[in-house]
């Protein structure tokens, strides 16, 4: 489809604002959204009179609802929606506080969430569209530090693969996208919880290794929003998109220990039958 007109949150830096740039590039036109939308200036100069932009924070329904009306009001339709906006609460189970679980949730899960159910009514009445959700890896396997993450991550996947199967009689696609390590401003961003010596040898390991990981993520967000944009535009688009040989070769690692282990209890597993 030619000339499609997307709604992308959190274009401040990374992949959101690589997006909006790959998008135009393509012929398209765009409503790029941040939470501070001054941070947007250079991108909309960078856009060719085809980025508009507006003030969108994910955690807040009000600024939702105005960003979705106003892309309306410029271009008339969402044929692309990416919820792309994202957070890092990195940190062990026990050294995370409810509180700084329920900001992670609240960005990366139900901000997710209430961007979604605020463009699916649209969409619907359209009978096309594609939605598209940035997940992660770690929205399929985990390391530690990041229970928090990937609670809201594999809250996203389980989500979006229901409402993929819902759309799907109604015209309107889901594509999943699951990025390994790229260098953007994710790493810079985090926000790191108490740290307990308990954890040293788990999560603090972790945090050492994104510490060194930081401006040296073996993935370039340029070819990582040309490869969602290639998926977009093939016959038959995945339902999942991994990016980055790391998120290959990690799933595919993962996948293989979840099979060895449901091999290897399968005897006990087949007991419950009446
Ligand atoms: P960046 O930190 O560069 O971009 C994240 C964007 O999200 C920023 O624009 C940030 O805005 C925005 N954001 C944060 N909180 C909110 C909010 N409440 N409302 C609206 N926008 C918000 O990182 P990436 O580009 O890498 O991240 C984009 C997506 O990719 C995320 O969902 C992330 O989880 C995912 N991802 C990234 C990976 C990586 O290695 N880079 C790996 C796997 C997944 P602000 O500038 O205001 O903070």
Redesign the pocket.
Known sequence: MQNRVWLI????????RELALAAVAAGDRVMA????PE?LTGLAEAGQGRITTTA????DPDSIAAAVEATLAAYGRIDVLVN?????VLGAVEEFTMSELREQLD??FF?AAEVTKAVVPLMRTQGSGTIVQ?????GRKTYPAFGAYHAA?WALEGFSETLATELAPLGVRVLIV?????R??????KYVTRELPAYAETAGATRRFTQELTAA?P?D?VKGVAAILAALDSERPPLRLLLGGDAVDGLREHHAALLAEVDEWEHLSRTTAI
Do not use: H, Q, W, Y
């Open positions: 949150t959190g274009c401040s830096s990374g992949f959101g959204t941040a939470r501070r941070t969108l924070d994910v955690t792309n906006a994202g957070s890092l960005v990366v901000g940035m997940s992660s890896i770690g991550k699951e990025p390994g390590a790229f953007t401003e994710f790493n810079n961003n993520e993935n967000p």
